[in-house]
């Protein structure tokens, strides 16, 4: 999955944006007015639905994912944009 979204990425932004693998996520970066970056997080909900309620989701590049859960969920509940420019998103 993790791939199939860096493609996709790819197909759509290679000539708007920079797009790179980091270690669990996808970085682009816009060079607008403003330096804008976004990392998407490949991810599936561990059954339907259920993301609102348990906050739990499988991370799709590493078998050593479950390690990595705990610290997104924090980042995820105490991110602050800066000025909007930086988000991050799980897909």
Known sequence: MFEDVFEKLTEKYQH???????????????????????????????????????????YIKHKVMDILKPIFMLKLNTLKPKKMKEKLFAC
């Open 16 to 58: 708007e944006t920079t797009i790179k693998k980091q270690g669990v996520s996808i970085g682009l970066t816009f060079d607008e007015e403003d330096e804008i970056n976004i990392d998407v997080v490949p991810a599936r909900e561990t059954s339907q639905d259920s993301f609102p309620v348990e906050k739990n989701l499988n």
